[in-house]
């Protein structure tokens, strides 16, 4: 069981060392250009901290230094409303058209990545594998696993 876990941990690491290699050359790891996209893609509604961190299932602590980080670089600002206790994560417009160009590419190479990660799998294994990970992921949102 515990290669099992093993392979979680080694593709979520291709994964990410992949991404941030591609990407570097926009200064982003693939955590800030997550955020940057979830972003761009929810440009119409505004999104807060809490909204960030309920979507990618992390706490607010682990969002507060990406949103840092892209401010600092100049892709988003912090609402400046009053009043209001959860400020509204704005793009910014460098923000607005980074977040369509890298969306229009990843969508270019979507299919690709798509190819090369379920090369000889059958569509049926590819859902069924689908459902796994689901199930997997609802288990360790479970409170057993908390309680651990």
Partial sequence: MDELKGYFKKIHNQLETGFNKKYQKYGLTSTQLDVLIYLSQKNDTEKTLSDI???FDVKH???IHVL???EQKGFIYKSTVQGARAKPILLTDRGKLLGEQLISEIMQQEPLLDEIMFA???????QFLEKMLHQIYTNLKSDAFKSL
Wanted: hydrophobic fraction near 45%.
């Fill in 61 to 63: 602590t682990s969002v």
């Fill in 53 to 55: 961190a309920a979507y």
């Fill in 68 to 70: 840092k980080l892209l």
């Fill in 120 to 126: 000889g799998l059958s569509e049926a294994n590819r």
